[in-house]
């Protein structure tokens, strides 16, 4: 078993920032590529990036690219989303995630935190 818990979302206007973080225990965090996803209301959950275990490989969606970073701290058992310049359509829970290691899937969610950005 994994838990994840996230935090820092809130509301912003847009143009603002936001620094979401999710707290990974329960496994060897370092194995395991990290994915942050959110979903707006009325819209199917989507990805919104990824890090491969060591930290240096990343990946992001189309709309997000060149404003948000994801970062983590193996360490600490950390992931960040670090969001800049953000838009109302950012507006959606944000999740954090495990993938498997096996498979093509993510297997554990978190909670889930609130993000809003006013216009």
């Known amino acids: 078993q994994v838990q994840l818990v996230e935090s820092g979302g809130g509301l912003v206007q847009a143009g603002g920032s936001l620094r979401l973080s999710c707290a990974a225990s329960?496994?060897?965090?370092?194995?395991?590529?990290m994915g942050w996803f959110r979903q707006a209301p009325g819209k199917e959950r989507e990805f919104v990036a990824a890090i491969r275990r060591g930290g240096d490989s990343t990946d992001y969606a189309d709309s997000v690219k060149g404003r948000f970073t994801i970062t983590r701290d193996n360490a600490k058992n950390m992931v960040f989303l670090q969001m800049n310049s953000l838009k109302p359509e950012d507006t959606a829970v944000y999740y954090c995630?495990?993938?498997?290691?096996?498979?093509?899937?993510?297997?554990?969610w978190g909670q889930g935190t609130q993000v809003t950005v006013s216009s």
């Open positions: 329960g496994r060897t965090f370092s194995r395991y590529t």
């Open positions: 995630a495990v993938k498997s290691l096996f498979y093509e899937t993510y297997d554990y």
